[in-house]
Nanobody
């Protein structure tokens, strides 16, 4: 069993930055590809970014490329999402996810979700 706890959300002006953290319980964190997803009001949850269990592979949705950076520290059981140049369209609840695979796949199974953290970007 793995529990994921997100933190770091908040209110920021457009152009600003936030760093989200996802800390996992359990000893098998390093065996999961970690991902970030988001859900805006009235919209479906969508993929944002993912990082392979070794950290050697990173994946991003097109709308955040060049602005967001995903990373992980396996010694701390923590994944991070550095978000720069935030836009009002980035406003959403951001969820951390753990996938039992070495690399990210859009059709891959997600075993665990965090509870979500709100990110609000004002114009």
């Amino acid at each position: 069993q793995v529990q994921l706890v997100e933190s770091g959300g908040g209110l920021v002006q457009a152009g600003g930055s936030l760093r989200l953290s996802c800390t996992a319980s359990g000893r098998t964190f390093s065996r999961y590809t970690m991902g970030w997803f988001r859900q805006a009001p009235g919209k479906e949850r969508e993929f944002v970014a993912a990082i392979s269990w070794s950290g050697g592979g990173t994946y991003y949705t097109d709308s955040v490329k060049g602005r967001f950076t995903i990373s992980r520290d396996n010694a701390k059981n923590t994944s991070y999402l550095q978000m720069n140049k935030l836009e009002p369209e980035d406003t959403a609840v951001y969820y951390c996810a753990a996938m039992p695979s070495a690399y990210y796949s859009s059709s891959g199974r997600i075993d665990y979700w965090g509870q979500g953290t709100q990110v609000t970007v004002s114009s």
